[in-house]
């Protein structure tokens, strides 16, 4: 049966039903849900965490490898992995041995660990650039490098592309007008008193021409990307778009930081270092180190520089740069962990090649079952996206948006132990999945296909 023959009534229904099936399977998940509410902002610590299609959050026990089980005691083959936080699997042993030996000598100093060079030269090693920030999000991580490109730079605006996400960078949150080309303040952002769009200008991505346009002012200190749009379903690059808006950049003195936070998915040492694409300043967050609250930034020689001769032109005090806790000795004792055992050409030889299964398998069975649907693929990472071919923007994105038929889905598998990323329908692969967990996947999703049709 075509998507748009699916009518809202008939997803409605099914729906229903397999609302009716989490609320049966999971009563220990609905009365913590219920008892959270007393303490937490919408019943939970952080409010994205409800923005499952479930009738109410499931609540995890314990996680390990790419096995999440519930409060129910249910297991589930986690292919979301906290949004990319534990791409590498959940609590990887290295990692959780070398947190719990730092943590018993010392957390944090605000005074560099006997590690900090070692992580240097691994940061060096695994992403290609010399020299090193820290801070504990990617959030925060962008933050400070668009104070840095605005201090070296002297210029003020900030060029980002539709459908982007670097996180709670109030800058980036911002919409274009796809009728003016506009750029606007995000009308969900709240408590917002300034208007970034002044300083923030948006373009499609994948369009050479928009940002020619919006760099020939001379005016912006960055380009802010991602290699590929991740959150707004998964829109790569067109060919050659990279090696073209890389040499645009340089041609108006505009510096291009990539954020890699989601595809470092793609290959060992992220998008960038595997198609070399040279970035002035590199973001990563997330898993980078595995999954404890940590992010880094690094850059050019040329571009410290830069920022050594900043930061001495300043006035001594606060530059609104770091954090107490950036570098903690926590923190930097699981980076050396996950530098050493979880980014390896083996963890993505693995990685890569299972998810080239998955992405086979799903695009065999939507064939077979004549959806217009289609899988775009990043690395290990991968999106199912309910339109008949590959996005090239985020416009392209919303107008082929079919939002009851993804909650639909991820409530579906979630019902039968299958989790997958709750803002859209990301599947990543880690190096704890095994080929019985993409089988396990397959067949759920042969029933969904069943059911619609």
Known sequence: MPTQHLSSEHI???????????????????????????????????????????P?????????????????????????????????GHSPTALAQAIA????????????????????????????????????????????????????????RLLVFDGCYHGAVDDTLVDLDPTTGRTLPRR??????????????????????????????????????????????????????WEAARAVCRQHGTLFVCDETHTISTALGGYARAHAIE???????KAVAGGLPCAVYGFTH?????????????????????????GNALT????????????????????LALAEQLEHGLKQRIARARMPWTVTRLGARMELQFMPHTPRDAQD????????????????????????????CMLLVSPATQRHDVDRLLRVFDELLAVLA
């Open 101 to 156: 030996q730092q943590a018993a000598q010392g957390l944090t100093c605000m005074l560099p660990p006997t590690r900090a060079v070692a992580v240097g030269e691994g940061l060096q090693r695994v992403f290609g650039l010399p020299v090193w920030q820290m801070a504990l999000t990617a959030s925060d991580a962008n933050r400070f490098v668009l104070r840095w490109a605005r201090a070296i730079t002297q210029r003020p």
């Open 397 to 424: 994105v919303r107008e082929h948006a079919h939002s009851e038929l993804e909650a639909f889905t991820h409530l579906f598998m979630l019902n039968r132990g299958v989790l997958l990323t709750p803002f859209h």
């Open 332 to 351: 930097l004792a699981a980076l050396d962990a996950s530098l050493e055992h979880l980014h390896t050409a083996a963890n993505y030889t693995h990685m």
């Open 302 to 326: 040329e571009v410290a520089r830069r920022m050594v001769a900043a930061k001495e032109r300043a006035p001594e005090g606060h530059s609104g740069i770091g954090t107490t806790l950036s």
């Open 188 to 241: 969900s952002v709240l408590g917002n008193v300034h208007n970034h769009a002044d300083f923030t200008r948006v373009v499609p991505f994948n369009d050479l021409p928009a940002l020619e346009a919006a760099l020939a002012h001379g005016d912006v200190a960055c380009l802010l990307a991602e290699p590929a749009l991740t959150n707004f379903g998964l829109v790569p690059p067109a060919p050659g778009f």
């Open 12 to 54: 409605a229904t099914l729906q229903r039903a397999e609302r009716e099936r989490f609320i049966a399977a999971h009563p220990r998940s609905m009365a913590l849900a219920r008892a959270a509410q007393a303490h937490y902002l919408f019943g939970v610590p952080l409010h994205w965490m409800r923005d499952w299609p479930s």
């Open 279 to 285: 970035p002035d300043l590199l973001v990563v967050g």
């Open 56 to 88: 109410a959050t499931l609540f995890v026990q314990s996680a390990q490898g790419i096995t999440l089980t519930c409060a129910d005691g249910l297991p589930h083959a986690d292919f979301c992995l906290g949004d990319t936080g534990a791409m590498f």
